[in-house]
Structures are given as structure tokens and as C-alpha cells.
């Protein structure tokens, strides 16, 4: 592959990436909680990790061409933001500094957040769409291992920017307990905003 070329892809990649959306919502409550963040991260990263794969290998054209699948997709991950962030509503993360049971946490956030991106429709058919156009059928490597190289910069992408995101959130909130229940609460709201975002624009 080509530097231009790569380096047209992690602009497009950043920019999506920076755009606030349900990641972004997520990585703000993990901050607020103690010792969330990097299990989150880590689950917010793995489904990005694996949307990257089944693109790469060619299952993601094939899954797309099976009728309803997108449909059904869409909707499964709506309902899931939908249910977190309705749980996030009516008990924001609460900042504290105080030791909570790590293995609790580290399984329970890693899993809502590999749930987050993993089953966000978005995120699968960004990479669906943009992937293909910066491969190179006469490279000299094969087009899956160019998509899985491209992926690999997209999360570590993700993994600057959703770190930046807890750690600014743990920094700025946690000495500010009612402002960090109104973020957290907000933070739910977004997450039920594009859920039914989602679910509009599949019906349309």
C-alpha cells in the first residue's frame, strides 16, 4: 500500500473516530467509575477488532447480501443501546475513587462495551463501505491482509482517542459529583438518541 493512501485512510478513520456518537458516551461513564476505563476501552476496541475481520475475510458482503440481516442487525443493536442507556439514565456513574472487586468490573464493562461497538450497525457497514476504496488489487499484498492492516490503524485510533476521552472524563469530573451525574445522565440520553436514530433511518 501506498503512504498516501494509508494516510487518507487514518484521516477518514480520525474523523470518524472523533465524532462523538455511542463509543464516546460510554468511554465518558467508564471515566467516571473506578478502574472502568480500561476494561471499556479494551471492549469498545475488540468490536471494532472484530467488525474489521469479518470485513476482511469477505463475510461482511455476504452477510449484507442475506435479506433482513442488516435489518435485523440495526435493530439488535438498537435495543442494546436503547437498554444501557436507559440504565445509564436512571443511575448515572457515580464518581468515586474508592476499590471496587476489579474482576466485576473488568468482565461487566469490557463486555457492555464490546456490546456498544460490536453491535453498533454503524460501525460495521462504515467499514463495509470504506474499507474496499483504499486496497490496491495489484499491491503485492492479498486485499484481506490490506483491510486487516487498515483495521489494526483504525482501533489504534479508537484506542487514542477513547482513552483521551476517560481520562479527560475521569480528570475534569470526578471532583465534580453533580456535574458527573448530569454527564452520565446525558451520556445515557445520547445512547437512546441514536438507538432511535437507528432504528428511523433503517425504517426509511
Known amino acids: ?96 475513587n474508592q476499590d471496587t472487586d476489579t474482576q466485576t468490573v473488568w468482565w461487566r464493562w469490557a463486555l457492555k462495551g464490546f456490546g456498544v461497538s460490536g453491535l453498533n450497525p454503524k460501525v460495521f457497514l462504515l467499514f463495509l463501505a470504506i474499507l474496499p476504496q483504499f486496497t490496491d488489487l495489484e499491491a503485492s499484498w492479498p486485499v484481506s491482509v490490506q483491510m486487516g492492516a487498515l483495521g489494526l490503524l483504525h482501533v489504534f485510533n479508537c484506542t487514542v482517542i477513547y482513552i483521551f476521552v476517560s481520562v479527560f472524563a475521569k480528570a475534569v469530573l470526578r471532583s465534580r459529583p453533580t456535574v458527573a451525574q448530569m454527564v452520565g445522565r446525558f451520556s445515557g440520553a445520547a445512547m437512546m438518541g441514536i438507538a432511535v436514530f437507528l432504528v428511523v433511518e433503517r425504517i426509511h
Open 1 to 96: 500500500m501506498q503512504i498516501v493512501t494509508v494516510a487518507g485512510f487514518w484521516a477518514v478513520s480520525m474523523l470518524f473516530v472523533i465524532t462523538p456518537g455511542a463509543d464516546w458516551a460510554y468511554a465518558i461513564s467508564a471515566g467516571l467509575t473506578n478502574r472502568a476505563a480500561v476494561p471499556s476501552v479494551s471492549g469498545l476496541l475488540l468490536g471494532h477488532l472484530v467488525a474489521t475481520i469479518i470485513v476482511a475475510i469477505g463475510a461482511g458482503a455476504l452477510i449484507t447480501s442475506v435479506p433482513h440481516a442488516t435489518t435485523t442487525l440495526t435493530m439488535v443493536g438498537a435495543a442494546y443501546l436503547l437498554w444501557l442507556g436507559a440504565a445509564m439514565l436512571r443511575n448515572p456513574p457515580k464518581a468515586t
